[in-house]
Structures are given as C-alpha cells and as structure tokens.
C-alpha cells in the first residue's frame, strides 16, 4: 500500500539521494496507477512537454509558496519536477 502524500510533500519532497528519488518516482508511479495522483499528461511526450514547462515556471511557484528558488539543483527538485509533469498544464 501506498503512502498518501501530504500537500508540503507533493510541494518539496525530502530526497538526499539517488536511492531516495528512485523510491520516489516509483511510488508515484503506483500513486498514479491505483488512482490516487491523476495524471494529466499521459504521453511521455505530454510529461517531457510538462516537466519543461514547469521547470520555466518554477520561480512563480516557489515565489508563490513563499520558497527561495534553488541556485542549484539537488535531488529534491528532480523529485518535485516528476510531481509536477503528472499534472501541470
């Protein structure tokens, strides 16, 4: 069973390694296959297009959640950017 993510997890997910954002990504994958993440871009194409767009757009959303925007990206970002090509439009 998969563990439901809180709403600051889904926003910045603690990842501090590779092994974690494998874990991460594969339970999202199973948040999505049973239902409980919609998908909104179910091409690989849709989700490349998304994940792009939103990583253009990253600095409205941490502006906008009152986050400082990464200098740098770290294995939490990755994670957030998966999170949000599954729904971002």
Known sequence: MVKKMTESESLTPQIN???????????LVERVES??????N????????AAA???NDSPGFFANNGL???ETPDWSLIGMIFNAACVYE
């Open 35 to 40: 239902g409980a993440m919609p998908l909104e």
């Open 53 to 55: 767009y939103w990583i």
């Open 42 to 49: 179910a091409t690989a194409v849709a989700y490349m297009k």
């Open 68 to 70: 400082e925007v990464p």
């Open 17 to 27: 390694s590779r092994e974690e954002l494998a874990r991460h990504i594969l339970a």
